[in-house]
Each structure stands twice: as C-alpha cells, then as structure tokens.
C-alpha cells in the first residue's frame, strides 16, 4: 500500500510497482489507516512529510493498534538525521527510504521483505519446539503469538473453546485475527487452535504415562480419531507412529 500526497510520486511508485504487486493508494496517514484496516496490505510504503497525519504520525498509530502493527512500514524521506532514524525505529519502521527514490533498489527491498516473511510463516508449522529462533520478525510478534498460545493452553481443557472465544480474550475481530495470523504464520484461527492443541497432545506424548485417547481429550479433543487425523495433518505421521520413533531413538 503506498500513502503519498505528491500526485506525481504516488503515480510513479503504482505505475512502478503495479507491474509485480497489488497496490493500494491513500493520500495521506490518516487516510492510509482507514485503508490499511480495510485490505490488511503486506507492506506499507510511506513519506514522511504528508498533511492531516504524516508518516511517522501514522506508523506510530500503527504499532499501537494490535490489528495492524505486524505490517512492515517503508519510511520515504529526504531528510537524513540520526535523531530522525531513531525516532523512526522506535515507530516501528522496517525500512528508511532515502530519496531521490531508486525504484530497482525499492523494488529489490520490498521483495527480500515478502521473501522472508514467507519463510518465517512456514517456520511456525514445521520448526523443531528446540530451534525457534528467527521465527518471529521481531518480540512484538513474538508476544502477540506466545500470549494467544498462552490463552489457549490455559483453556486447553474446553473442547468449546472457539475462535469467538480468542478474539474476545485480544480485543480483535474475526477478520483482523485471521488477516493477522495468515500474515505472521500462514495458519487460520481455527488452523491456530488446532496446531496449539496439537503441539500440547505432542508434548504429552513424549512426556508418556498416557494413552492416546486420554491425551486427545487432555488436549481439547472431543474426538480421539480427530485428534490423530490432525495430528498427521500437521506432523506427517500418526500419534502411533511419533511413539514409535521415540521408542527408536531410545534404544
């Protein structure tokens, strides 16, 4: 999404990028607010210097809004201070854009940006519970997972806890939480809870002492089949077979 009140940067920059991305275009941050809440962009490019509410203003607003502080935001300037990068990192700013603008170096950016996020949202699925490091874009997102993960293993017992019951527990919609777990992790709120679960029933089986149904049920599991078909879903093979693997290693 690019918020520019110069008619003719805003132009160039869609004409420019429009070739490779889906581009969105407000005018200003306030307007660029209102717009990021409706379409969840993937990045934000910014000027500063804007009326009504410029780009530091608004990428401040940002990173306090829990919908919508997980969205890179690219800062366009002219202007190039110490005290004006600082003030920029502590907005949350993924990227300094200097201008005159260097369109291919724009573009190379906001790519290696897309790039690593797509990596990191299949990390959470298929890292190892010992190696998660890198796996978040930084401690803000780190923490926005861990508490809702925290939430549901307190719950863990509810076989009726649902994706209602987590929006209310954040103060989010259904749309914003789903907007914001498929950008952080590629997982949908339902997908979110079952994967949580899961690594619990994943935990408990590698603790012992239990049979598979009784974990299914420990770990919010109605149904104990359902439980196993999941858990292969998301691990590539059956409880049995995860048993079986860790009696493999252990002799």
């Not at 940002?62 to 907005?91: G, Q, W, Y």
């Not at 923490?143 to 293993?153: H, Q, R, S, Y």
Request: proline residues 3%.
């Amino acid at each position: 999404m690019i918020v520019e009140d110069n008619d003719e940067l805003r132009s160039l920059l869609t004409k420019s990028l429009s070739t490779y991305f889906q581009v969105y275009e407000a005018v200003n941050g306030e307007e660029g607010l209102r717009l990021a809440a409706e379409v969840f962009p993937d990045i934000i490019l910014t000027d500063l210097i804007m009326p009504v509410l410029d780009g530091m203003q608004m990428s401040k607003k940002l990173l306090n809004d829990i919908n919508l502080n997980h969205i890179p935001v690219f800062m366009m300037t002219v202007l190039n201070n110490s005290e004006l990068k600082i003030e920029s990192i502590e907005a949350g700013i993924t990227e300094y854009i200097e201008k005159p603008l260097d369109i291919n170096l724009l573009l190379a950016k906001i790519t290696n940006t897309l790039s690593w996020q797509n990596k990191l949202r299949k990390k959470y699925v298929h890292q190892s519970e010992k190696n998660t490091a890198e796996q978040y874009r930084n401690s803000k997102d780190e923490g926005f997972i861990t508490n809702l993960e925290t939430i549901l293993i307190t719950n863990i017992t509810d076989t009726s806890f649902s994706v209602h019951d987590l929006c209310n527990h954040v103060g989010m919609s259904r749309t914003s939480l789903y907007m914001k777990l498929k950008n952080l992790i590629d997982l949908s709120p339902q997908d979110f809870i079952i994967h949580t679960r899961l690594k619990y029933g994943k935990s408990l089986l590698i603790r012992g002492g239990m049979s598979i149904k009784e974990i299914a049920y420990q770990s919010g599991f109605s149904n104990p089949k359902y439980f196993s078909t999941s858990f292969k879903k998301f691990y590539g093979q059956s409880p049995t077979s995860f048993l079986a693997s860790l009696d493999a290693d252990a002799s």
